[in-house]
């Protein structure tokens, strides 16, 4: 039985847990050879492990999405190994905790916007490039949010991050369709990662993401992993430029 992403080369930041560890799990099940992204040594190679040891091919690599050079070495590191790339997975990220205005600081915003956007700005920019220089296009599939469609999804510096990656996912989108590179978001309400599980221990955070979201729950991150496997992979081939909002109809309210 053949995978959906047989042949492909994946490379997904934020790797080490949530929704990248259950995207790179899933998508090496579906046949990718996969890089596994993440700032924290141990968890890149943990999933990294994992894939290995469920019969599949990958990498771990250590890399600071927010820094143009290890977003380069990562690229290059996955392409030595693999000899080429498909589809680009920008998703590591960084939460701000519902921080309103007043209660952000200069390096809070810096956090949030060095990692949320500007590394997504790299991640697109190196993976068109490497594209380019194939020459038979790619696939980026950018981690947005609830909170990049409308307000109150997350604190100032989160929402303002979230709707940059979706201004950013359409720009590129346009800008190189012709060149067969797809450029696509995936919108998450509340899903229960390592980044946001000591949130939904609050009782109150708790109780909003459930009135929030219609079927009065968050999501798993396999649940979110089946979405981005489709729009990566030739199922969604004349995809490009959407948001595909997996939200337990937070937004359809």
């Known amino acids: 039985m053949t995978g959906k992403l047989d042949g492909k080369v994946a490379l997904i930041t934020g790797a080490g847990s949530g929704m990248g560890r259950a995207a790179s799990l899933l998508f090496a099940q579906e046949g990718a050879k996969v890089a596994a992204v993440d700032w924290v040594e141990e968890t890149s190679k943990e999933t990294a492990e994992m894939i290995k040891q469920a019969g599949g091919d990958a990498i771990s690599i250590t890399a600071?999405?927010?820094?143009?050079?290890?977003?380069?070495?990562?690229?290059?590191?996955?392409?030595?190994?693999?000899?080429?790339?498909?589809?680009?997975?920008?998703?590591?990220?960084?939460?701000?905790g519902f921080k309103p205005l007043l209660d952000v600081d200069?390096?809070?915003?810096?956090?949030?916007?060095?990692?949320n956007l500007k590394g997504y700005f790299y991640g697109c920019k190196r993976a068109v490039q490497q594209f380019l220089a194939q020459g038979k296009g790619g696939v980026i599939l950018n981690t947005a949010s609830v909170a990049g469609t409308g307000a109150m999804a997350g604190g100032t510096a989160y929402t303002v991050s979230k709707h940059g990656v979706v201004g950013l996912t359409k720009q590129v989108a346009c800008e190189y369709a012709s060149a067969n590179i797809r450029v696509n978001a995936v919108c998450p309400g509340g899903v229960v990662t390592g980044m946001t599980k000591d949130l939904f221990k609050d009782p109150k955070i708790e109780q909003m993401v459930k009135q929030l979201s219609p079927m009065g729950r968050a999501a798993q991150p396999e649940e979110l992993a089946k979405g981005m496997l489709y729009i990566v992979s030739d199922d969604a081939s004349f995809v490009t430029g959407s948001l595909l909002t997996i939200d337990g109809g937070w937004r359809a309210k």
């Open 106 to 115: 200069e390096a809070l915003w810096d956090k949030i916007i060095n990692t």
């Open 64 to 96: 600071d999405v927010s820094r143009w050079e290890d977003i380069d070495n990562a690229v290059k590191t996955t392409v030595e190994k693999f000899g080429k790339l498909d589809i680009m997975v920008n998703n590591a990220g960084v939460f701000d």
